[in-house]
């Protein structure tokens, strides 16, 4: 049987903190991966990309996942599609699940372990936050560095002012007009855009100051300029992936650029930061085995409460 979980479903079954430890656990082990992950996108003759992540692995889970998203910038929501959760026995089809919800959290949530573990600790100093891009990713970045730090002020711009409004009601947080104010008041800014263009230059950056750009994570997309990107210590999620796909390839820079991957992070292997005065960037691409990690963490709860819709797709 092949259980069916929509978005409803699986905000019943989700949290917030057991997805972060499922997610670092899975940075840590992901190193060990035999086949690597595959991230497939084409345009299509709409307004819109088709983008395929697979197969999602981790050692440990006897399953592996396959997602198909549709991205339609200008439709509600921008990204809509499945995920199917195969078993790694004898590939039954175990579940379907909105790959809307799932991607929104496992890169939300990620990109809020990733800003904690390589932003400074905030200690006693007063400290903002600052969102450029008042979405559904911006949303949960700060629902998950919310659970590990807190912060005494929050920023937000959006190029629909009232998309920024309710966001900062939300949030306890106050609007700004422009990217560089968020900048200029920000010791952390989270750029979750579909921007085509730069949204920041290295000279409105301040020493010490952390960056997660989640919006170039395909072609032609940039948030962060070429400049940032070289001058700051820039943390990845996947080096290669990131060089073809993300920010580096977007700005026509090297693999090498890249300081470290996040899992390097988590595992000790690598410092986030070398002095406290450095700027420090995470740019992620977006990793077939995220979807897996929180595909199998919702099909779990959902097999042991009994959620969703179950039907035989072989009848």
Request: hydrophobic share 45%.
């Amino acid at each position: 049987m092949t259980r069916i979980l929509t978005r409803t479903d699986l905000l019943s079954l989700l949290d917030p903190l057991a997805c972060i430890q499922a997610l670092r656990e899975g940075f840590s082990a992901s190193a060990a991966n035999a086949v690597p992950g595959q991230r497939v996108r084409t345009d299509l003759p709409f307004p819109g990309t088709a983008t395929a992540l697979l197969p999602g692995l981790l050692p440990g889970i006897n399953a592996y996942s396959v997602k198909a998203n549709a991205k339609f910038p200008a439709a509600s929501p921008a990204l809509r599609g499945v995920i199917c959760l195969h078993s790694g026995t004898d590939g039954e089809l175990l579940a379907l699940l909105d790959s809307a919800t799932i991607t929104a959290w496992r890169t939300g949530l990620a990109a809020g372990l990733a800003t904690h573990l390589i932003a400074r600790p905030t200690g006693n100093a007063p400290h903002t936050v600052g969102v450029i891009g008042a979405g559904a990713q911006a949303e949960l970045t700060i629902r998950g560095l919310g659970e590990l730090r807190t912060w005494d002020r929050l920023v937000v711009h959006d190029t629909d002012p009232q998309r920024a409004a309710a966001f900062a009601d939300q949030h306890g947080g106050t609007t700004v007009s422009t990217s560089a104010q968020v900048a200029a008041e920000a010791s952390i800014v989270v750029l979750a855009t579909w921007s085509r263009r730069p949204l920041l230059h290295l000279k409105e950056l301040r020493p010490g100051q952390h960056l997660t750009s989640l919006g170039s994570d395909e072609p032609g997309k940039q948030e962060l300029s070429p400049d940032v990107l070289a001058s700051t210590r820039l943390i990845v999620d996947d080096v290669s992936l990131v060089a073809a796909h993300g920010a580096l390839a977007n700005a026509g820079l090297p693999a090498s650029t890249a300081a470290a991957s996040l899992s390097e992070i988590i595992r000790g292997d690598a410092l986030p930061r070398t002095h406290a005065s450095e700027i420090t960037a995470y740019a992620p691409v977006g990793l077939p085995w995220q979807d897996l990690v929180l595909a199998w963490l919702a099909y779990q709860q959902a097999e042991t409460q009994k959620i969703g819709v179950t039907l035989d797709l072989l009848s």
